[in-house]
């Protein structure tokens, strides 16, 4: 059985919640100026699709409090209505335990092996079944009682039509919008409490999940990988890594037994072409 030495180490690198969001996007921005790669995921689940929807809106949301015009609050409360679109689907929160319960069992697997670090990996275990605890607690379907804010749920009727949440329409809306951006900020933060324990969960298991496996370099021969992945592995996201300046992009296709990843050229407004020459890459198989 392999090591996974990234999950050992990551009780290094985990942002604490207390963490200010100021503090998580000026690293993000740091990594982004000096970072020469980019990554190209594919989950091989639904229920990890959903996950990084989720992880991707509270980072918007996040993103945007930090401004102090109307557009950064407008686009703030756009994010949250997505969040709650999501969460329309009662099943994520039955999702999260689940997943939660199946990396702790596999975690204990490497309890008694040799070069681990037993206190951080009992840390990283206890976080899991602390959270697992707390959303069963939680009673009814997560972001019920925002039903009852008569401002978000007109807000998110008018936001199924194209353009259709503007004053004219929610004259409630234009009024909240002027209200002091204080005002406004400390709003949002109040409807996000609803999904703490979620974000928290989220953000948890897909740092575990990425980091659970390191990198190997392969070769895409004249443009095209094939790869038959391991049955008796629990593989969740496949991870493509090329530099920024590479002209070409991967279309990566596939489920839990196989998978394809294509290398396209861009060819402005008409269909991308599949590249003839060979492309060194970075792959992660995320299996935990």
């Given at each position: 059985m392999q090591l996974p030495l990234k999950i050992i180490k990551y009780m290094n690198v985990y942002m604490p919640q207390s963490k200010k969001a100021q503090d998580k996007f000026d690293v993000l921005e740091q990594i982004d100026v000096q970072c020469k790669d980019i990554i190209y995921e594919l989950p091989l689940?639904?229920?990890?699709?959903?996950?990084?929807?989720?992880e991707s809106l509270f980072d918007e949301i996040a993103f945007h409090?930090?401004?102090?015009?109307?557009?950064h609050s407008r686009s703030a409360v756009n994010s949250f209505i997505d969040i709650l679109n999501v969460f329309a689907r009662p099943e994520i929160k039955t999702d999260l335990m689940?997943?939660?319960?199946?990396?702790?069992?596999n975690l204990s697997k490497y309890t008694a092996m040799s070069g681990v670090n037993t206190d951080r990996l009992v840390a990283v275990q206890e976080k899991l079944l602390h959270l697992a605890k707390n959303l069963r607690a939680m009673e009814g379907q997560i972001g019920q009682g925002l039903k009852q804010n008569e401002l978000i749920m007109s807000i998110r009727q008018r936001n199924s039509v194209p353009g259709g949440a503007l004053v004219m329409d929610l004259p409630v809306y234009g009024h909240w919008l002027a209200s002091n951006i204080d005002t406004r900020k400390n709003d949002i933060q109040t409807w996000l409490e609803e999904f703490s324990l979620v974000k928290e969960a989220v953000c948890l298991i897909l740092e575990l999940l990425r980091d659970s496996t390191v990198a190997t370099d392969v070769v895409a021969k004249a443009g095209f990988y094939q790869h038959v992945l391991d049955a008796g592995?629990?593989?969740?996201?496949?991870?493509?890594?090329?530099?920024?300046?590479?002209?070409?992009?991967?279309?990566?296709?596939?489920?839990?037994?196989?998978?394809?990843?294509?290398?396209?050229?861009?060819?402005?407004?008409?269909?991308?072409?599949?590249?003839?020459?060979?492309?060194?890459?970075?792959?992660?198989?995320?299996?935990?």
């Open positions: 689940s639904e229920k990890i699709r959903t996950f990084i929807r989720l409090l930090q401004g102090n015009t109307v557009w689940k997943e939660m319960d199946r990396i702790n069992a592995t629990s593989n969740q996201i496949l991870r493509v890594i090329l530099p920024k300046s590479a002209p070409y992009f991967p279309e990566i296709s596939g489920g839990r037994h196989r998978f394809t990843v294509r290398f396209l050229k861009p060819m402005g407004f008409d269909r991308p072409v599949q590249i003839e020459q060979d492309v060194s890459f970075r792959l992660i198989c995320c299996a935990l």
